[in-house]
């Protein structure tokens, strides 16, 4: 809204060359906003800064929205809106649309979650998954076209063994059932028989060696069991996509076997165009940039010495279907941070062979590690990596004892309900709320909380606007959409009034949702939207203990109930967003 306007003012004063600079908006405690443009613009244009916020502030065109610009300190320019353009404003965003679609959608591609087949999914992928599915639900809502991508890990040299212990135990035996209900102690098993006859001619290892040849080759029984086991696992991950509530399906699972009959086509073309060469024995690309500790060139493996292909082959024919099958315009990998170089290598690779054009950005959205208490990656007593369905259960189990302790008024069907919403909500929430390259302490004491910047402290403030609409016989009426939104084809609108300060400052939060939105589009960080929602419901709190709702009388009182079903609507969407369902009762 005063961005461009702002932009348009520093081009006008100082020349286009000037127009994209960022105008720094900042919250003032003199005004609605601060902007700080002309500290940064000063020694660009050769001024001191407040004669260069002088020239913007003579260039704005501020009529019918701003009341007051002022300059003040070294430079900062300091803006009060008129009341009246935040009411039309206010009035004109009460329908609900999640702000402004994208001014030019895209066909993204996000890889993301990842797991193993015949692997237990842990904290580890927990990151991952929430922060994709986040990403993509935002993605959706400004307009553009998502492809959900689960690149997951089915081919290559375990499978061998896993087939083979598959085809030991028996397809009806209790321990193939592991594979859903367990599949760490499925691949431990497979694992240990493996390692014991290491060194027996016709033990197991030889035999599992032996399937990831036939499985490789086409070999009908074996690929009939590499299905099976393919198709146990997506029960596993489908349970719990089901209990974190994330978007995925099979229909989204594009893994690692997609690709294995296009990959000795792919090394030959990088082969023959020069980009790949012989580097003890194994074919190797050496993009530029790249150089290890000894200051030579790193190669990025692309076909071993022993004729196996590893993950940069996979990667790269990856990379190549999304630009060119996909038509992809964005394509991001939801991965750990550990893979950057790799990813990076990678994508300078498909650059080099023309298969990522400059047109097409790629983005690694690194994901930081979940700690423990100790300041340690988070793992069970036992060192193994936590089970991320105990984990959920967990927390589940931790937030049905506060509500069974609070609310026992409540059904069990509703206690229950609110338990699983409350828990889940948590865990997705603490993991959202941090910068997604950033290492964070996985505390249940704190996720649970009804203070601080928590999954629960949100979930609560839609909870409260709920019960003072239901209060007020209006509960239906705002869900219908037949408030402040407008109307439902008979009813007057409610016009929303600002005249208290702590409306107002409400309701200059609320028309920062759209650009909120915009602004996780475009720098990939979904914890701004938890920071809003945040501040969204610590800014309703204070308008709540400051502006009587339900004792207030006529117009006062319609209006005040009309903004609390705005607040609530965008709780309501924004926790959406992140994944988070919004619980009736709290």
Not at 169 to 192: M, N
Not at 433 to 444: A, I, K, N, Q, R
Request: net charge negative; with cysteine; glycine share 8%.
């Amino acid at each position: 809204m005063v961005v461009p306007r702002v932009q348009a003012a520093i081009a006008s004063a100082f020349g286009e060359e000037y127009r994209g600079t960022d105008p720094v908006v900042r919250p003032s405690q003199f005004a609605d906003i601060q902007i700080n443009a002309a500290m940064a613009l000063a020694k660009k244009v050769g001024m001191p800064p407040r004669d260069a916020a002088a020239r913007i502030v003579d260039a704005l065109d501020l009529d019918g929205i701003c009341t007051a610009a002022e300059i003040s300190g070294p430079g900062f320019i300091n803006l009060t809106f008129d009341g009246t353009w935040i009411e039309e404003l206010l009035n004109a965003e009460s329908p609900g649309a999640p702000g402004v679609p994208a001014a030019e959608a895209q066909r993204v591609v996000v890889d993301y979650s990842s797991p193993n087949v015949a692997k237990e999914m842990h904290v580890g992928h927990l990151r991952t998954t929430v922060v994709g599915d986040s990403l993509v639900k935002v993605f959706e809502a400004l307009g553009d076209t998502v492809i959900r991508q689960n690149h997951i890990g089915d081919w290559g040299t375990p499978f061998g063994m896993l087939i083979e212990h598959w085809l030991e135990i028996g397809e009806d035996s209790p321990e193939a059932a592991l594979l859903v209900d367990d599949p760490s102690a499925f691949y431990q098993a497979a694992r240990a028989k493996f390692d014991a006859s290491a060194t027996d001619e016709d033990g197991f290892a030889t035999r599992a060696r032996l399937r990831v040849v036939a499985l490789q080759g086409g070999d009908a029984e074996t690929f009939a069991v590499w299905q099976r086991l393919v198709a146990q696992s997506k029960r596993y991950f489908n349970a719990i996509y089901s209990m974190l509530g994330i978007s995925l399906t099979d229909d989204h699972i594009a893994g690692e076997s997609s690709y294995d009959a296009h990959l000795a086509q792919l090394c030959q073309e990088l082969e023959d165009r020069g980009i790949a060469r012989i580097s003890d024995g194994a074919l190797c690309t050496f993009p530029a940039g790249f150089t290890g500790r000894d200051g030579l060139p790193m190669p990025l493996i692309i076909r071993k010495s022993d004729g196996g292909y590893g993950y940069g082959t996979t990667d790269l024919a990856t990379i190549r279907y999304r630009v060119r099958e996909l038509e992809a315009n964005r394509v991001l990998y939801v991965v750990g941070a550990p893979q950057n170089m790799h990813l990076r290598m990678v994508m300078a690779t498909a650059r080099d062979a023309g298969w990522l054009p400059d047109t097409v950005e790629a983005v690694h959205v690194q994901i930081g590690n979940v700690l423990g208490e100790d300041g340690k990656i988070l793992k069970s007593r036992s060192g193994a990596p936590v089970k991320l369905m105990a984990l959920l259960e967990e927390a589940v189990d931790r937030a049905r004892a506060v509500i069974d302790a609070s609310r026992p008024e409540l059904t069990e069907s509703e206690r229950a309900v609110t338990a699983r919403q409350v828990g889940i909500g948590a865990v997705k929430y603490a993991d959202l709320s941090v910068g997604h390259d950033t290492e964070y302490v996985f505390d249940f004491d704190r996720m649970l909380a009804l203070s601080g910047n928590t999954g629960p402290y949100v979930q609560y403030a839609a909870a409260r606007i709920r019960s003072i609409l239901r209060k007020a016989g209006v509960l239906e009426q705002h869900a219908a959409g037949t408030d402040a939104a407008g109307s439902d084809g008979g009813t007057p609108a409610t016009v929303i009034a600002v005249v208290e300060p702590a409306e107002r400052a409400l309701a200059l939060h609320l028309l920062e949702y759209g650009a909120t939105l915009h602004k996780v589009r475009e720098v990939l960080e979904p914890h701004r939207l938890c920071t809003y929602l945040f501040e969204l419901a610590q800014l309703f709190t204070s308008f709540y203990d400051q502006c009587p709702v339900l004792k207030s009388e006529d117009s006062v009182r319609e209006s005040r109930l009309a903004l609390c079903a705005l607040v609530l609507r965008r709780l309501s969407e924004g926790l959406d967003l992140l994944g988070i369902e919004t619980p009736e009762n709290m």
